[in-house]
């Protein structure tokens, strides 16, 4: 499966952005979705994923109540909301999918979000 991330930018503190994650090549519902990102000088870290369904999600701790991860099928893609933005949310954010319960093995290109205070 390929991965193309979209809607990184520069918000200000307190603002909202939705990134989207289009997926190609494979059917996409087979897939568990996950978002990641890295800021610079440190580790990779996650940040949401989702069942294949949608019918369940998982948050990392340092986004949640703030971030929401979705998907739709029909459109072969995954978002993920992000709301109450702070500067330490500054990083590339990936997306990624695992197949049949494996970790997370098909990656997108990374988007930068950047926020600023």
């Known amino acids: 499966v390929q991965l193309q991330a979209s809607g990184g930018g520069l918000v200000q503190a307190g603002g909202s952005l939705r990134l989207s994650c289009a997926a190609s090549?494979?059917?996409?519902?087979?897939?568990?979705m996950g978002w990641f990102r890295q800021a610079p000088g440190k580790k990779r870290e996650f940040v949401a994923s989702?069942?294949?369904?949608?019918?369940?999600?998982y948050d990392g701790d340092s986004v949640k109540g703030r971030f929401t991860i979705s998907r739709d099928n029909a459109k072969n893609t995954v978002y993920l909301q992000m709301n109450s933005l702070k500067p330490e949310d500054t990083a590339i954010y990936y997306c990624?999918?695992?197949?049949?319960?494996?970790?997370?093995?098909?990656w997108g290109q990374g988007t930068q979000v950047t926020v600023s205070s």
């Open positions: 090549g494979r059917t996409f519902s087979n897939y568990r």
């Open positions: 990624a999918a695992s197949y049949g319960g494996t970790s997370f093995a098909f």
């Open positions: 989702i069942n294949r369904s949608g019918g369940s999600t």
